[in-house]
C-alpha cells in the first residue's frame, strides 16, 4: 500500500475562513501577528475578531439577526498531541442574555477543522433556506438541506457525516424552535450553553461538516515542546484530583458538595440533602459499571458512560447536569436523570438552563404566581416538559425562554437562578462567598468556570469558604488564567495538575498554603508555578511567552470581554445575585451563611481596573492595548466617567 504523506502545520496555519450564509460566499484572511500574540487564539482571539467587525454596533447588534457573527476558534493546543488538545471554542453574541457568550468543546469538529488547515471560522448572514456548510482545504461548499430541518442531532450527524476524517457541528429541535439555550453538538460533547445552537439556526445552518486529516500539527520548538508535553501529561495524570475524576467523572464532586453545602436542592432553597449520595460518582459507577468515553488527547478522562437498568449504554451525566435536575427538582433516581440527559442531548438544549428554569417553575406555582403541572417531586411529567421545551408547546414555550424572562413576566426574580441571564450551574454559592462573586461577575453570566474559586474554598479547603478575605484577588487572578486556558483551548481540569503538582505547592504542608493563599494572596500567586502551560504554548507557536505574559493575555482578552458586556449595556447593577443567596441564611445545612458580596464587588473593581460602575477605565483599556470605541453615545458613557 502506497503512503501518503501529509502536509505540515508548524504551529499555526494562520489561515481563517470567513463565510456570508447570505450571499453564500467566504474569503480568507490572517490575523495580525499582534493580535495572534495579543490574544493567543480560541476564544479571546474570538472575541477580538468579533469586536473589530462590530465594533459600536455591538450593542444594538441582534443576536437572533443576520448581522450577529457566529465564530468557531481551534486554539494553539489543537492536533498537537498535548494534553487534553482537541478542544475548539464557539464565540458570539448571546440571544439567552443579550452579551457576549463564549463557549468550550471537545468534539471531533476542531481537530477535523485543524486538519483540514483552518485555525477558525467567522459566519454572519442568514441563509434563504437551510444548509450544511462543508469545509475542506480548499474552503467552502454550501448544500440545501430542507430535509434535515426537524432532524434530532444524533440523526443528523449520522446523516451529514460520510467519512472518519469529517468532524461535525449540529444543531437539534430545540435550535430550529428558537429555544433561547439550544446548543451545538459535535460527536458527544457540546457547545452548551447561552445558546449558540439558537444562533446557528438564526442563520438556517443546520450543520457545518469539516474534512481534515490533510494535515498534521507540528510546533515550531520540537524538542522543547516533547519535554514540556512529557512533563506536562505526569503532572495531570498523578494528581489526585483529576483521578478521582478519572474514576468518577464530574459527579465525583458530589459528595464534596454534601459535606460542604453547595449541593442544590428544590431550587436551591436549601444546601444539603443526604439523598444525594445515589448521585454521586462512586454509587453511579457501581450501579451502571462504567468505561471511559472522552475527548481525543484527554489526560484527565473525565467522560464516562455506563450500561443502565433498560440494558442501554448511556453516556454518565455531567455534575452540574446531575445538581440542577437531582435535588434540585426533588429527585435522587439516577436512571431518570441518565435519560432525560440524552433527550434533551438529541433534541440539542442546554441541560443546565433547562434544569434551573424548570425548578423556577416549580417554586412559582407553589407560591402562586404563576400555573404549572411542575412540583418538586413529581417526576412523571419531566420527559414530557423536556420535549414541550424542544418543540415550544404548551408550558414549554415559555420555559423555553429562560427563568429570568419568566420572573420578570410572573414575578419571582428573587429565587430565579440566574445571573446576568445565565442559569447557574450546581453549585449554591453560600457554601463559598468567593464563588459567589465569581458568578457575580462572570462575563457571560452565571457561569461556574470564569474562576471556580469553590474549588480553592469547598473541594481543596485552601480559603475559608465564609469570609470574603482574598476572595476578590483570588477571583481575579483565576479568571485571568481561564481565560489565557481557553485562549490555549485546552481543559479547565488539566489546570489541577499544572498548579497542584509542581514541587512548592506539593510539598507545602496545606496548613501553610492555607494561610499564605488568605493572608498574602499575592506572594501566594506569585509563587505558583504553571510555566509547563505556557511553555507549551511558546514551544507550539514559537514567541517566546513567559508566565507573566500568559496571564496578562488572559486578562487582555478578559477584559475586552467586559468592556464589550458593557458596550451591551452591563454595569455594576447587573454584578449581583439572586436575592436568595444574599438574604436567606436559613437551609438544611448546619452552618448559617448568605454571600457578603459588595465588599467584595468593591475591591474586585479596583483590582481589575474598573470604574465605581464595573467598566474598564480608559487607562485599564489603554495600558492593556484595548483599542476604545468612541464614536457612539453609548461608548462615551462607558469610558469617558
Known sequence: METIQKERIIGESRKYLEIDVTSRTFQVFSPSEEDLADYLGGAALGLKLIYDRLGERLGSIDPLGPDNILAFMMGSFLGTGAPCSARFAGITKSPLTGIMATSSCGGPFGLACKTAGWDGLLIRGRATVPLVLRINREGVRFEEAREL?????????????????????????????????????????????AGLGTVMASKNIKAIVATGRDYTIDARDRWNFERLNKKAKKMIQQNSFVQGYRDYGTPYNVRFGVQAGYMPVRNFRDRTDPRWEALSGQAMAERYRTIHAVCAYCVVLCGHKGTYPDGKIRHIPEYETIGVWGGNIGNYDPDLIGLWNERMNELGMDTISAGVTVSWAMEAAEKGLRPSEL????????????????????????????????????????????????????????????????????????????AYPIGLEAIFGFLPPYSSRAKARWVAYMEDLFSAINATQTCLFSIFGYLLEPPLVKLTPKPILRLAMTYTPRLAQALLDYSGLSGLVGAITGRRLTMKDYLLAGRRSHVLERYMNTLCGISRKDDTLPQRFLTEAQTAHPVLSTVRLEPMLRQYYRIKGYDAEGRPTLRTLKKLGIRPIINSPQAERVILQ
Request: charged share 25%; hydrophobic share 40%; net charge positive.
Open 149 to 193: 430541518w426537524g432532524l434530532e442531532t444524533g440523526e443528523t450527524q449520522a446523516r451529514v457525516m460520510k467519512s472518519p476524517k469529517e468532524g461535525a457541528l449540529v444543531i437539534g429541535p430545540a435550535a430550529e424552535q428558537g429555544v433561547l439555550y439550544a446548543n451545538i453538538r459535535s460527536g458527544d460533547r457540546y457547545l452548551g450553553r
Open 375 to 450: 412540583a418538586f417531586g413529581k417526576t412523571d411529567n419531566i420527559l414530557k416538559i423536556i420535549e414541550d421545551i424542544a418543540y415550544r408547546r404548551g408550558e414549554g414555550a415559555e420555559l423555553a425562554l429562560g427563568s429570568r424572562r419568566l420572573a420578570e413576566r410572573y414575578g419571582g426574580l428573587e429565587f430565579a437562578i440566574q445571573v446576568k441571564g445565565l442559569e447557574l450551574a450546581a453549585y449554591d454559592p453560600r457554601a463559598g462567598w468567593g464563588h459567589g462573586l465569581n458568578y457575580a461577575v462572570a462575563n457571560r453570566g452565571g457561569c461556574h468556570l470564569n
